[in-house]
């Protein structure tokens, strides 16, 4: 199994990265602008991308508020099934936040996986400029 992980540090509040991690806007700003989010804790996700070409379906395993977002990939890319998204927000100063992610339980390293980790890296970036800036991006 191999894992996709990163860590960032955001300069903003644990509830206004939580909100971007697990709220229809929130999502929007930083990842993709057509989506459905979890509205508690068992509920489903739903992203598209390149105008519903691609869709992506997550169960919302955990959503403890200002802490944890736990998914599990349901339907998307076959290699994508299966693979569970694990961010924790621990605060570490006023206003500052050490973010970690997780992207776990790929079957292999090769195949997307390489160019899925790269784009994490990147969205990761999104999301940091998007809690600091409050500008979506």
Not at 12 to 38: K, N, P, S
Not at 76 to 85: M, N, V
Request: hydrophobic fraction near 35%; charge should be negative.
């Amino acid at each position: 199994m191999a894992d996709s992980l990163h860590q960032i540090m955001i300069h903003a509040h644990e509830q206004t990265i939580y909100q971007a991690l697990t709220q229809t806007w929130g999502i929007q700003a930083w990842w993709t602008d057509t989506c459905e989010m979890a509205r508690k804790e068992g509920d489903l996700c739903q992203l598209w991308f390149d105008n519903r070409q691609s869709q992506f379906t997550m169960k919302a395993n955990k959503l403890l508020p200002g802490k944890r977002v736990f998914w599990v990939c349901l339907d998307g890319p076959d290699e994508w099934i299966g693979t569970q998204l694990w961010w924790e927000i621990q605060e570490i100063g006023e206003n500052i936040c050490l973010l970690d992610f997780k992207h776990m339980n790929w079957s292999k390293d090769d195949g997307l996986f390489p160019l899925c980790n790269s784009t994490w890296g990147s969205l990761m970036q999104n999301l940091k400029q998007y809690c600091e800036s409050g500008n979506p991006n």
